[in-house]
Structure formats: C-alpha cells, structure tokens
C-alpha cells in the first residue's frame, strides 16, 4: 500500500505526542549503549563493529519498519514467512555451499552475505509474529481445542527446521510467543494451560530419558543431553561435570556471584573474565560480563530497561484499536521477554545452556536488526490512526454468549 506524503505528515505529527512507543525506542537504544559497552570489556575489535556497523543497519532496518502500512504489512506477513521458510530448507540442506552456509558450533545457521552472518531464523521469529498476528485477527476458532491446531501447525513448520539446524535456543523462543499472543486473543486458559501441561510433561520425560535411561532410547543429541546433566548434577550439589561440559556455566554463575554490588570496573572485569576464560563472553554469556563490570546496581538497572521496553511495548498494544497491531506488539512483548529471562536463567545456573543471545546487547547482526526492526513496528502500529472503515477492534466477555467475541 504506497503511503501519501500527507499520510506521511500526519504520521509524524502523532509520532510527535507523547507516546509509550518512544520510551520503547529510549529502552533499547540504552540496552544498545550498554551491549557495547559490555562487549568492549572483553572485545574492543567486536564492540567496534557492533556500534559502527550492526546499530547502524540495525537503526536503517526499523527506520524501513515505521513506514508501510500495518495492512501492507498484514498482506506481507505470509509472504515474509515464505521467505524465512524458504531460507531456513537452504541452510539445512546436505548439499548446501559450505562457504555460504558454513558450519558454526555444529551448527547450520547462518548464511555468509559477505557483509554479515545473516542468520534467517531471527527473520522467521518475527514474520512468523506478524503471520499469526494477522491469521487471528479477525477469527474466533482459537477460541476451541481443535481451533488451536491452525496456530500452532504454523509454528510447528518453523520450529522444526529450526531445531534441525540444530538451533534449541531459537527454537525455544516460538512457543512463549504463540501463547501471549493466543492469551491476548481471547483463547480459553483451560486450553492452554492443559497444552502447557502436555508440553511440561514431554520436557519432564525427555529429562529423565536423558539421566536415567540407556543410550539406546536416547532422542535428544549428545550435547543436548550433557547440557541437561551438567544442570542436574550442579543441582545435586555433584561437581563431576564442573570442568568438562559443566564449565561454561559454572564460570557464568561465579562471574555474577564475584560482581558484588557496583562490579570492579572495566579494566579489572576485563582481566577477571580473561584469567576465568569465560566461553562466548560476548554474545551469550554477555550477562556475567555485566555483573561483574557494574556489579548488582548495573544488573538492575538492564533488568529495568526491559521492564520499560516490555511495558511501553505491552502498552501500545493495549491502546492500538486494530488487532492485528495488538497481537504483534503482544507477540513481540513475549518473544523479548522469554528470550531475556532464557538467557539470563541459564548464565544463574536456573536453566541449561543453549545458544540464545540476550536482546539488543549481545553481539550479533542479524539478532540486532531484528529486535529494531519489532521496534519500528511497535513504533508504526503507534503512530495509526484508527480506520473509519476496518474491522473494530476485539474484546472477549466471558459473561456474555458463552465467551462469544464482543466488538468494542
């Protein structure tokens, strides 16, 4: 949908007003300012490049998200996923170029543009956002069991490939989405709490084919399962693992129980970290860095900063009259909120390791482009007037036509 220089104006002038969108943008940037600065404790050369040259990009991709229409986007969201699918089948192919699609930490993730590592399930994270917004919308049958299957087959398709990379971490973030987004479109609790329950009850059974039972029945792959055993055996208070698989995170829990209340300081940190040999202390184990440069007050304070981006986020959608825009600010909420708490658990010893970088601080292109880009929407869907002609926006009494919809 081509977008009038006026429209354009009178876009402007609403971003102009006080909006929950700017404290969202403030939020971030601040989040940004704080990932440079924890990445040049350990890495100068990376710190460079992420503040030159991924802020940058980052900053042009959500400058390009504010402008299109939140129905030209609708229309898109398909399209987009194709895309992203299309993407992720290219990096798991056997036959695939290696020195287009190398291999990373056992990984098939990425794809070599030459300028960047660009990494396509961060692309399918938020087309398939702006996909489900755009499927719920207007529908009620998510408001049944049987309804539910829609939205979650088209997780499922993304999830899959990107467990076949094998990317866990990625993987992970898709669910919590879905479900605040489902839970935002007036699903039944009953429902999701008993898919939750399912999905608890496989997670729980998977861990215990993994501690107990013969290698024969094993389905998880074996750095999977040393993950799950080395978070268990800390548990227990058994330190076997501690120097061989444990080790990561056994460095991550003592460099944020070191930092003390206000850190030692960059250079201190610095060697700290060094003489600890700290594993991917620049992107996912970025947190302890934090910790231990600017102790507890400077944990809170990003801790806070993710409180006002989630909220100011939550509060746009709370005010957008169209559902679409409501849905896929919730979904963002979500998927930044789990992949902050995912991360952070895993680096306190709450959760196992896996390969998920903490928003807009860690190192990363491609994680950074689109976290602004979910930005530059939120940013968008604030700046609308609501349509004289659409669709109203949808409210769920529980008091009226047995959960029936209630446009407002």
Request: hydrophobic share 55%.
């Amino acid at each position: 949908m081509q977008i009038t220089f006026q429209q354009f104006v009178d876009q402007l002038k609403l971003l102009a007003r006080p909006n929950p969108a700017w404290y969202a943008l403030g939020a971030a940037v601040l989040l940004t300012v704080v990932g440079v600065a924890a990445i040049g404790t350990v890495s100068e050369q990376h710190a460079g490049i992420q503040g030159q040259r991924w802020l940058i990009v980052a900053l042009i991709g959500m400058a390009c998200a504010i402008l299109p229409h939140p129905r030209w986007l609708g229309n898109m969201a398909y399209p987009a996923m194709g895309v992203a699918l299309a993407l992720l089948v290219f990096v798991i192919l056997p036959f695939a170029p290696r020195s287009i699609v190398p291999i990373r930490n056992g990984s098939t993730a990425w794809i070599n543009l030459g300028f960047m590592m660009f990494q396509p399930s961060e692309m399918a994270k938020v087309s398939l956002i702006l996909a489900i917004a755009w499927y719920l919308r207007h529908r009620e049958t998510h408001r049944r069991l049987l309804g539910l299957l829609v939205p979650f087959g088209i997780m499922f398709v993304p999830l899959a490939l990107i467990l076949k990379e094998p990317d866990l971490g990625s993987a992970l973030l898709l669910p919590p989405a879905l479900f605040a987004m489902l839970v935002a479109a007036g699903a039944k609790l009953r429902h999701l709490a008993t898919l939750l329950g399912i999905g608890i009850a496989v997670v729980a059974i998977n861990a215990a084919v993994v501690l107990w039972a013969p290698d024969s029945v094993q389905v998880l792959k074996p750095h999977q399962r040393v993950r799950i055993e080395s978070l268990y055996y800390q548990v227990i208070g058994d330190e076997r693992m501690v120097h061989e698989e444990g080790y990561q995170q056994d460095v991550a829990m003592r460099l944020v129980a070191a930092g003390g209340l206000t850190g030692y300081g960059k250079e201190r940190a610095s060697t700290i970290i060094e003489y600890n040999k700290l594993p991917f202390d620049h992107n996912d184990m970025i947190f302890p860095v934090i910790v231990n440069r600017w102790g507890l007050v400077g944990a809170s304070g990003v801790l806070a900063l993710y409180l006002v981006l989630i909220g100011s986020i939550l509060t746009v959608a709370a005010r957008s009259k169209d559902p679409f825009a409501r849905l896929s600010c919730v979904g963002f909420a979500g998927l930044i909120f789990s992949q902050a708490t995912i991360n952070i658990a895993m680096t306190l010893g709450l959760m196992p390791i896996t390969g998920i970088t903490l928003p807009f601080i860690s190192y990363g292109g491609s994680s950074l482009l689109f976290t602004f880009i979910m930005v530059g929407l939120v940013i968008n869907f604030a700046s609308r007037r609501p349509q004289l002609l659409s669709r109203p926006s949808f409210e769920f009494d529980k008091g009226k036509g047995k959960g029936k919809a209630v446009l407002q």
